[in-house]
């Protein structure tokens, strides 16, 4: 009987627990979709005084909002692509070349790669784009995101490369493909869930990106969305809610979408074969 | 048209991994349209030698002929073979039908032509009402002979085989044999086939290369090694169960020549040779076990008797030594704790302290 109760009792505390946790992420996240539709939003959740759609109609007539909404798509798909097709080639690369002392390689690139984009590494970096005449270009934030990211990008894909069976190479050889048909026609098309993962992934972190931007980007045409959202403060330097909340909103729209296409088109499989799970 | 003979050839092939000799010195020759196994332990170097003649590993030393052309500098895809691995490397996302003509495909053959041989060998391989589906969606014997199929499609010079039954349960493996060597004698293609099943290599080759170690240490039919083996390594691998082995040692005496075992020996009449260490050997199927001592038998306990159906395999303990017997016997026979072992002296061999045969 003791056992019994201490088991109940082991649940009731995982409950409530997960309970308390998940409240402080739902919180924030229903104020997301409450505040928008409200005419007069605050930072309290609660359900629409007023139900409205003006405070999109106001964003949608600000066009240098929404032209920052397609710099943001320009900037993150842009580092989405550098970093999927570079990572999968290095990664394919790492993977079935043996070199000494890889796996160490791998790791310190990882710790490096959080100086890349990190603070102290930003004069360094202007001065770099400064001289290759990429300040004020969407390239120069590609650029910089790109190599911030690959390191975590090779490592993740590493593994999904390494769960395919070398066989499957090899019987492509002797079947008479060119190792770049072997690449296109076997390794590509078996890699596509982990490239999908990675693909979303980059995108989501260049999409947040704020740091790079603000000091790469000096013309307001060029600016992405999150230094756009600025533009919902007052003068004084409060943030008009309604609006904030509301391109918030449209803001997060195309992650969430994304993340919902691949997930129905392809099925998400977060790491293809980290050693000992799902093997 | 004149071609010129088909057939492989390996000239002191070696293979060297870091420090570790793969293949040592390995020279082979394979004749046109001979099914060929290369038989040995795990670990012998059999699937690198294979490896190597297909182009997937370079050899550190030695020439490759297939065909009379040398092939030891080509890439695997300009060597006109086909392999069928061991987990068969279908590709996932292709269905059985694009798997099939993936080696056309990449030859630029026109589609239709592509569809008709496709077919053509599908439908040999029994498998043509299956090539809309995904390799996950047929069963394990089907993907055997789907990836059979593939690597046939181009009708290559070469057929390598590394271990394509070990995946399959005992019954279809047993099916599987029955087919592949049908197939092979059909084509008449030069097959290489490696294994480490010895059944299976007696089964289906027309000759068989033992390996161990990196070497091949004898080539023959099958026949012949099980009768000839030229040392106690291939004895001891030929036959289910294998060659029982017992170490000894000989002794001259005045009408002929003493083993002295472990914990018997036996007397061998006008026979003559070298005393020193051996090894005595003798198969399952020429000893027979009996109740009570005669001129040449062993003492042995016996350990377990397992009933197969047409016959029983007895487990005898002589000394420290493990020995099966078989015997052809309607009913179990009944024997408890000690017996003798009665040996046909006609049917042993001698195997030297290095593991040669020196008898018969």
Known sequence: ?279 | MTRQKPHVQLCSVSKVFGKVIAVNDVTLDIDNTEFFALLGPSGCGKTTTLRLIAGLERPTKGRIFIAGRDVTDLPPQERDVGMVFQDYALYPHMTLFENIAYPLRIRKMPPKQIAARVHEVASHLLIDDLLARLPSQVSGGQQQRAAVARALVHAPKVFLFDEPLSNLDAKLRLEARAFLKHLQKELGVTTIYVTHDQAEAMAMADRIGVMFEGRIIQVGTPLELYRFPNSKEVAAFLGNPPMNILPGCFKRSSNGCEFVGSVFSILFENLQFEEGDVYLGFRPEHAKVVNAPSKFSIPARLHTIQPLGSEFLLTLEVGRDTISVRMFSEEEPKFVGKVWLELDVNKIYIFDKEGKRIFP
Request: hydrophobic residues 55%; charged residues 15%.
């Open chain 1, 1 to 279: 009987m003791r056992v019994k109760a201490r088991k109940w009792g082991y649940k009731l505390f995982i409950v409530l627990f997960s309970l308390f946790i998940l409240f402080f992420f739902v919180l924030p996240l229903l104020w997301l979709l409450t505040a928008p539709f409200d005419t007069k939003a605050t930072l309290r959740v609660s359900l629409p005084s007023t139900f409205t759609f003006n405070n999109f109609r106001t964003i949608f007539a600000n066009a240098f909002a929404i032209r920052a909404l397609f710099n943001s798509i320009v900037i993150a798909g842009g580092t989405m692509v550098g970093v999927t097709l570079f990572a999968t080639l290095a990664a394919y690369a790492v993977s079935r070349l043996k070199i000494r002392g890889r796996d160490i390689l791998t790791y310190l690139l990882v710790l490096f790669s959080s100086v890349v984009q990190g603070t102290a590494a930003m004069v360094p970096i202007f001065l770099l784009l400064y001289r290759l005449k990429l300040v004020d270009t969407h390239l120069g934030v590609i650029f910089v995101l790109v190599g911030g990211l690959l390191p975590t990008g090779i490592f993740l894909m590493r593994d999904f490369v390494e769960s395919i069976p070398r066989s499957y190479e090899e019987s492509a050889l002797v079947s008479g493909a060119k190792p770049a048909q072997v690449l296109r026609h076997v390794v590509v098309p078996v890699l596509r869930p982990g490239i999908m993962v990675l693909a979303v992934w980059s995108f989501v972190q260049a999409w947040g990106d704020f740091l790079i931007s603000l000091i790469v980007i000096r013309s307001p045409t060029k600016m992405p969305a999150p230094i756009a959202i600025y533009s919902f403060y007052t003068e004084g330097g409060t943030p008009v809610l309604t609006l904030v909340s509301a391109y918030a909103l449209i803001y997060a729209l195309p992650v969430v979408g994304l993340y919902l296409f691949v997930n129905w088109r392809f099925g998400f499989r977060f790491f293809g074969g980290i050693k000992g799970s799902g093997r």
